[in-house]
């Protein structure tokens, strides 16, 4: 959803409305709001803003991607979230997560490196209250038709402990094409399916049919700047891989207008519904599995990880036989190349080594058209990280 018409004025109540019929009478499947407090820029409370788009429209799914959990009072987010599953008739699915911007996080004064932690705790908060019962001195008494709260989605990029959580915790999982390339996606949602997953959806993929249509590696951010042909194709691969959902960014590739401003366009929402086959089921038809307690999957389910922290240092890494970086390894356990990369380039975790006593960075650069990791200032080129052990890869060896 946009948050700004074609004459660069912010969408009132009736602009929302209209955007949001016009999605449901194309036969696309929902609504979707980002979340973001980053200093200097203008983004709208994502709750209030679904509200006229929950009003205009009676069988499209209603939903955050992803709202941010540590900064705000898990409380008030429980009566918010019973709140407008009611308004919507359970048509609400809050994808939810710790973000991935500090400077949003310190607007509100969050400690950016306790966010995973702050999550976890307000959302088992949240559930509880959600489910009637009394944490501390509140308890919101849901009514029966929302007791339970909406489904919980939860907003992550690849590593283990998310993805059990998702399983065993949400009713989904929700990665970003924005920082996401397919290499990643497909070695995330393998993992995810295989320890039981169900709905998988990919997020923030940016759409501009007007766009030059360029090559897309498995290495690339993933994104339907293409005209229709090749989006379509681009989406069967994600459907291969299977994803259930795709939300949709409009961009515009000239940048005359910025991300999330650029308005919605009637014939271009026709395209994108002719692109795959409709699929006419809904998330809320379908029954909710139980939901694993927290505090149980915290700890049992998790693999440890030893002595992770934000900062991790490289003490092995895993070759091909190109001698190029497959995976690499320390206390934090086996992070495979890919991951690495998305968690330097999205400022998840920074990496480093120690030779000679000496740090050296690890810093991920572009060589032939490939994103690899380097050893700053290495003597050995990219993807080398000399002076580490090294072993041969072996099928599946990263996580």
Partial sequence: MP????DDQPLNAAGIAARAAMVEQAG?????????????????????????AAAATTNIEIGTSIFIVPLRHPVDLAQRFLTLRALTNDRFTAG???GSSKPSHDTMGVDFHDRFRLLHEEMDTIRRLCDGETVGAANLDP???????????????????SLRRAVTEYDGWMCSAGRT??????????????????????????????????????????????????????????????FDDVLLVKRDHTGRTKMFETDLDADEIRQVREL??????????????????????????????????????ITSVTLNGEGKVTSVGGDFGVRSRASAIIDIQNGAHTYHMETGGRRIDVVVTQHDGRRQLSALDGQDGP??????????????AAQ
Wanted: aromatic share 6%; charged share 25%; with cysteine.
């Fill in 3 to 6: 948050f700004k018409d074609g």
């Fill in 28 to 52: 696309l499947d929902g609504v979707w709001i980002q979340d973001s407090m980053i200093p200097g820029v203008m983004r709208p409370e994502p709750l209030l803003w679904l509200l006229p």
């Fill in 96 to 98: 939810v997560g710790a």
């Fill in 143 to 161: 009514w029966p038709s929302v007791k339970g709260g909406p489904r919980f989605v939860i907003g992550a990029w690849h590593s283990e402990t």
């Fill in 181 to 242: 390339n397919l290499e990643t996606m497909a070695e995330a949602i393998k993992r995810y399916r295989d320890l039981g997953g169900k709905r998988a959806m990919v997020s923030t993929c940016p759409l501009d049919f007007s766009a030059p249509t360029q090559r897309m590696g498995d290495d690339d951010p993933f994104n339907l700047m293409c005209d229709p042909k090749e989006a379509g194709r681009r989406l069967e691969r994600l459907a291969a891989l299977g």
């Fill in 276 to 313: 795959l086959p409709r699929d006419e089921t809904r998330p809320w038809h379908e029954e909710r599995a139980p939901r694993a307690q927290a505090a149980a999957v915290s700890a049992t389910g998790a693999r440890p990880r030893g002595q992770d922290s934000f900062d991790r240092r």
């Fill in 383 to 396: 993807d080398a990280l000399p002076g580490l052990p090294a072993t041969a890869a072996t099928e599946g």
